[in-house]
Each structure stands twice: as structure tokens, then as C-alpha cells.
């Protein structure tokens, strides 16, 4: 089973409209990452969440992280061609290592 | 920034063949992980390595080991390749304030 759930799986969003990702754990994150991906390219970081209830925003792409630190969301207001991609969440443990979501295909329709 | 730099976006070899994917990283970073990410899966943690000479398996080893001589230098070995280790390979480095990772390795075994 998948220690992280994202959601949906793909979403085809028209430009200019607003979005929302969601990433569950069933365990409690030390921290949440966000990435982007493009096809067949390398993971670019978006944001890193790790305090309950924080809430990050740069652009027009806010995260949040819940208060029992569970559940993230992202959230992509006006939507842009530009924000096409893969977007993925990481979380941590309390160990070093990352563990992914399956992640979300955002798809930009004019 | 910090820079993880793959030798390799692209490779083809065949099966049975021993082959060596490289990570480099520039920082210094004594964590360092290697990835592989398949449609529907997501990214999957293949091995890490948190100081030189020291290593430790991730979720999926079977078929892969690693080499870390030194502590910028971080490389996957398949020492006999199959198709279903077709994918894309991803290595990443792990600091204070996130991770970081390279533009990936799409090996194709035919």
C-alpha cells in the first residue's frame, strides 16, 4: 500500500481556472515537499512544509499542511500553460529518506 | 544552489549488460539517494547513502547496488540489466532545506 495518496491522479484544468492537489499520509510528516516535473526532466522544488497548519505561497501556488500534519494541499489560482507538468509530494518520516505520492499530470487546456 | 549533475539524460543497452549510472554532486552533502520513477508508481528509493563507504537499502534493491568512494560521487550499478529495469533514474542529495535533484537518466534495456 501507498504510505502517501495523491490526488487526482490527473486533472485537465482550462487556463485561467483554479486547481487544488492533495497529498494524505496515514502516518504523521516530519515534512512535505513539493515538486514539479516536466516530461521526462528532473524534479524541480517547489515548496517544503513542517510545521501543522503552515501554509506557503510563492506565485500563484499556495501549500498547506493541516494542524495534525497529515494532509497537504496545493493549490494553483488562474491557472497558466506554464503550470503544465507533473506535480508530486515527498514526505519524511523522521528519517532521511523521501517517500512520493504517485503523483498528479496537470494538463492546461486554452 | 546546490547542483546534482547525471552523466547521462539518455542510454540504451542491452540485456546482460553491466552498467553504471553516475550523480555528482557539488555541495558537499552527505546524504545522497538514486531513484527510479515508472508511470503509476511514482519514484521509488533504490538506495541511499549517508557518508562515504556507507550505504543502505531503499524499497526496491533487488538487481541494483551502489558505490560512494567518494563523498560527491554517488553511482547505481545494474550489474546485469534486464528490461524491467527500464526507467527513468533519478539521483537526489538531501540538506537543511530540502532536497535536490538531477535532470535524471532514462535508461532504456532492450
Known amino acids: 500500500s501507498q504510505e502517501l495518496e495523491q490526488s487526482p491522479q490527473s486533472l485537465i484544468v482550462q487556463e485561467g481556472k483554479n486547481l487544488t492537489i492533495n497529498c494524505t499520509s496515514s502516518k504523521t510528516l516530519y515534512g512535505l515537499y513539493w515538486y514539479k516535473q516536466k516530461y521526462g526532466e528532473g524534479l524541480i522544488f517547489l515548496m517544503m512544509?513542517?510545521?501543522?497548519?503552515e501554509e506557503k505561497s510563492h506565485e500563484k501556488i499556495t501549500a498547506k499542511l493541516d494542524e495534525k500534519k497529515q494532509q497537504s494541499s496545493l493549490h494553483i489560482t488562474a491557472s497558466q500553460p506554464s503550470h503544465a507538468g507533473i506535480y508530486l509530494c515527498?514526505?519524511?518520516?523522521?528519517?532521511?529518506?523521501?517517500?512520493f505520492g504517485t503523483g498528479t499530470r496537470l494538463t492546461i487546456i486554452p | 544552489d546546490v547542483k546534482v549533475t547525471q552523466s547521462s539524460r539518455y542510454l540504451v543497452k542491452r540485456t546482460g549488460e553491466k552498467v553504471f549510472l553516475e550523480c555528482v554532486q557539488d555541495m558537499d552533502h552527505e546524504n545522497m539517494f538514486w531513484y527510479r520513477q515508472d508511470p503509476g508508481l511514482g519514484l521509488r528509493l533504490i538506495y541511499f547513502s549517508y557518508d562515504v563507504k556507507m550505504k543502505e537499502k531503499g524499497d526496491i534493491p533487488e538487481g541494483y547496488s551502489v558505490s560512494r568512494e567518494k563523498k560527491e560521487r554517488f553511482s547505481l550499478i545494474l550489474e546485469s540489466a534486464s528490461t524491467n529495469q527500464t526507467s527513468m533514474y533519478l539521483c537526489?542529495?538531501?540538506?537543511?532545506?530540502?532536497?535536490?535533484f538531477g535532470s535524471g537518466t532514462r535508461l532504456t534495456v532492450v
Open positions: 515527498g514526505a519524511n518520516f523522521g528519517n532521511e529518506k523521501l517517500t
Open positions: 512544509l513542517q510545521k501543522g497548519g
Open positions: 537526489a542529495t538531501s540538506h537543511n532545506y530540502g532536497y535536490t
